[in-house]
Nanobody, 121 residues
Framework: QVQLVESGGGLVQPGGSLILSCAAS????????MNWSRQAPGKQRELVAS???????TYSDSVNGRFTISRDNAKKTMFLQMNNLKPEDTAIYYC???????????????WGQGTQVTVSS
């Protein structure tokens, strides 16, 4: 079974920092572009950061300059370093990625369960 599990969320004050982690496990052959998305009540889901196998990164305008995405292919893990957090960053953060297993010839998209980030005084 393939699983993605996020961790590192919590309550932080405006201007503070958090590091989110996403660990993949299972019968994994390759993880393609890894992504962080977030969902807040009453708002549309937003793709905030992506990183390719070759470490090319992209960010949404709302987080650019404050967030940094990275990946450790050997450990099948990715991270989201979040700095200068703002109340509008409050959301459930999800990791997701296309993953190919050793028993499949094509990839499919997997999502984690999400981790809550709350930015408040």
């Amino acid at each position: 079974q393939v699983q993605l599990v996020e961790s590192g969320g919590g309550l932080v004050q405006p201007g503070g920092s958090l590091i989110l982690s996403c660990a993949a496990s299972g019968n994994i052959r390759i993880i393609y572009t890894m992504n962080w998305s977030r969902q807040a009540p009453g708002k549309q889901r937003e793709l905030v950061a992506s990183i390719t196998i070759g470490n090319t990164t992209t960010y949404s305008d709302s987080v650019n300059g404050r967030f940094t995405i990275s990946r450790d292919n050997a450990k099948k893990t990715m991270f989201l370093q979040m700095n200068n957090l703002k109340p509008e960053d409050t959301a459930i953060y999800y990791c997701h990625a296309p993953i190919r297993t050793y028993t499949e010839s094509t990839s499919r998209d997997y999502w984690g369960q999400g981790t809550q980030v709350t930015v408040s005084s």
